[in-house]
C-alpha cells in the first residue's frame, strides 16, 4: 500500500504566463507557493477476490473489469500511461476540488507519485511535474498551464520560469523572518463558487491574441517586481499587496468570465476594510480570496467577509512524498 501526501498552491504573480502558446514564443514567469493544505491518494494492487479488477473511490465510486472503463480521464490515462492493472485507488483532500488551488494537478502529482512507488520506482519532481503536464494537457486535453503540476511536485515559495527549452525551478531567497511576515499578512476566504479551471480557460480567450498578449506581458513584468519586494530586504514589504491588486485588475481584465459582480463586490469589501491588495486564486470564476492585510487592519477584514469561510494556512516546503510504503507482492490476473 502507497499513501502519498501533495500540497496545494497558491498563485500570486504571472498566471497565463505559464501557457504554453504564450511563453513558447514571450517567455513566461510565475511567483507561487505551496502551503498546508494536501490531497491524500492511497493506492494498493486490488487482491483478487471480485469480479472487477479496478476500484476507485473519489467524489464517486468505479469498479469496472478493465481501465478502459474508467470514467475518470486523468485516472484512467495515467493508468495507461503508466501500465498500472488491478488497482485500487481513494482520494481525500483538505480543501474542495474546483477551487482554485490547483487542485486537479495536485491529485495528478500525488497518483502518478504512488503509481511509481506501486512499481518499486523512485520518481524525482521533475519527472512528475513533466508526467503530469503531459497527463493533464497531452492525454486528458485539459486546457491551462504549467505551473500547478511543477508547484505540487516541488513545493516551496519558487519563482517558476517558462521558455521554449520548458522550464526550471528557482526558489524565491528570503530571509525565515520576513517569509513568516508575509505569511502573516495574507489571509484566505472562501467564496463557495466552485468551476473546473479548463472551463474558465477556454472562454477566457475570447479577447483578440493581441490584447491578450499585451496584457500577459504586463503580467510577466509583475513577477520581477514582486520578487524584488520579496528579496530585497530594504524594500518595503506593503508593496507585494499593492502589486497583487494591480495583478488582479490585469487579470479581471482578461474576460468576463475571470471575475463576477459577486467577486468583485466581495474584493472591494475587502479593500475598504483595509486590505492593501488581493487576487482571486486560479484561473477564475470563484474559490479562494486572498488578501495581503496588514495586522492592525486582519479584524476588519475578518468582519467584511464574515459570510466567507475564512482558511488559516502556514506556507509549506516539501511537495508532494510518499508518506506511507508498505511493499506487497503481487501476481497479475491471468
Not at 476566504?189 to 480557460?201: H, I, L, P, Y
Not at 487592519?297 to 506511507?324: C, N, W
Request: aromatic share 12%; hydrophobic share 40%.
Amino acid at each position: 500500500m502507497i499513501i502519498t501526501k501533495t500540497p496545494f498552491r497558491m498563485s500570486f504573480f504571472g498566471g497565463g504566463t505559464d501557457m504554453p502558446d504564450f511563453f513558447q514564443e514571450h517567455g513566461g514567469a510565475v511567483i507561487s507557493t505551496t502551503f498546508d493544505k494536501y490531497c491524500y491518494v492511497n493506492v494498493r494492487h486490488l487482491p483478487p477476490f471480485f469480479d472487477y479488477s479496478t476500484e476507485l473511490t473519489y467524489s464517486q465510486i468505479e469498479r469496472v473489469e478493465n481501465c478502459d472503463q474508467i470514467d475518470h480521464p486523468a485516472i484512467r490515462n495515467a493508468m495507461q500511461m503508466l501500465d498500472m492493472h488491478d488497482i485500487r485507488l481513494s482520494y481525500e483532500g483538505d480543501l474542495p476540488a474546483r477551487s482554485g488551488l490547483g487542485t486537479s494537478s495536485s491529485f495528478a502529482v500525488g497518483m502518478l507519485n504512488a503509481f511509481y512507488a506501486l512499481k518499486g520506482k523512485y520518481a524525482d519532481k521533475k519527472t512528475l511535474a513533466q508526467d503530469a503536464i503531459r497527463l493533464e494537457r497531452v492525454l486528458c486535453n485539459e486546457a491551462g498551464g504549467w505551473q500547478d503540476q511543477i508547484a505540487a511536485a516541488y513545493g516551496n515559495l519558487n519563482r517558476i520560469n517558462f521558455t521554449a527549452d520548458g522550464f526550471n525551478v528557482q526558489p524565491v531567497i528570503i530571509g525565515p523572518e520576513r517569509k513568516r511576515q508575509l505569511n502573516d499578512n495574507l489571509m484566505m476566504f472562501f467564496t463557495g463558487f466552485t468551476r473546473f479551471s479548463s472551463d474558465v480557460q477556454r472562454a477566457a480567450n475570447t479577447s483578440t491574441d493581441a490584447e491578450r498578449i499585451a496584457r500577459l506581458k504586463e503580467m510577466l513584468l509583475l513577477v520581477d517586481d514582486a520578487e524584488r519586494v520579496l528579496t530585497d530586504k530594504t524594500s518595503d514589504l506593503d508593496d507585494f499587496g499593492r502589486l497583487l491588486d494591480v495583478t488582479w485588475q490585469l487579470k479581471r481584465g482578461k474576460s468576463e468570465v475571470v471575475s463576477t459582480n459577486e467577486i468583485d463586490a466581495l474584493y472591494q469589501k475587502g479593500i475598504k476594510a483595509g486590505a492593501l491588495g488581493g487576487k482571486l486564486l486560479g484561473a477564475g470564476g470563484g474559490g479562494f480570496l486572498v488578501f495581503y492585510v496588514q495586522p492592525e487592519y486582519q479584524k476588519a477584514v475578518r468582519e467584511a467577509m464574515s459570510d466567507l469561510l475564512y482558511i488559516p494556512f502556514r506556507f509549506e516546503e516539501g511537495g508532494t512524498r510518499v508518506i506511507h510504503y508498505s511493499p506487497e507482492a503481487y501476481t497479475p490476473r491471468d
